[in-house]
């Protein structure tokens, strides 16, 4: 039989938790013809742009390739656009990219809210939010960040 730490369960369980509630949101976004990733980094843009593609890939959860795929993909369909400076590419939402984000973004929010709410109360919140921005925190130290 094997041993698991309480520590090692509550990780299983966090991890299962983002893999769900990725394909959840998934399912969810198909209407909006968005995947939550594409989502993720819209809004990640919109909030602080213009950003780097460096600074952009220590916001988000996405492999570097992954990233490089799925930048040329929202430039494609018009949602982003890149300048260059010297070395740097800098990357901002386009006006398509805006409305898209701002159709969207709403719905995404209440439903990513339902998920926490329909199960936890008011103060089950508060207290799942503070114990993890202690272990995100403690993580970031190890990081170096």
């Given at each position: 039989?094997?041993?698991?730490?309480?520590?090692?369960?509550i990780w299983?369980?966090?991890?299962?938790?983002?893999?769900q509630?990725?394909?959840?949101?998934?399912?969810?976004?198909?209407?909006?013809?968005?995947?939550?990733?594409q989502?993720d980094?819209?809004?990640?843009?919109?909030?602080?742009?213009?950003?780097?593609?460096s600074?952009?890939?220590?916001?988000i959860?996405?492999?570097?390739?992954?990233?490089?795929?799925?930048l040329?993909?929202?430039?494609?369909?018009?949602?982003?656009?890149?300048?260059?400076?010297w070395?740097?590419?800098?990357?901002?939402?386009?006006d398509k990219?805006?409305?898209?984000?701002?159709?969207?973004?709403?719905?995404?929010?209440?439903?990513?809210?339902s998920?926490?709410?329909?199960?936890?109360?008011?103060?089950?919140?508060?207290?799942?939010?503070?114990?993890?921005?202690k272990?995100?925190?403690?993580?970031?130290?190890?990081l170096?960040?």
């Open positions: 039989m094997k041993r698991n730490t309480l520590a090692s369960l299983v369980r966090i991890t299962r938790f983002t893999h509630s990725a394909l959840l949101s998934n399912d969810f976004l198909k209407s909006f013809d968005i995947t939550a990733a989502f980094v819209l809004n990640q843009i919109g909030t602080y742009q213009p950003l780097s593609q600074e952009l890939a220590e916001k959860t996405i492999s570097a390739g992954g990233i490089s795929r799925m040329s993909r929202l430039e494609r369909d018009g949602y982003i656009q890149r300048t260059s400076e070395k740097t590419k800098w990357i901002s939402l386009t990219g805006e409305a898209k984000l701002e159709s969207v973004f709403e719905h995404q929010l209440a439903f990513q809210t998920l926490m709410e329909d199960c936890l109360s008011r103060e089950e919140q508060k207290t799942l939010y503070k114990l993890m921005t272990v995100q925190r403690h993580t970031e130290k190890e170096g960040q």
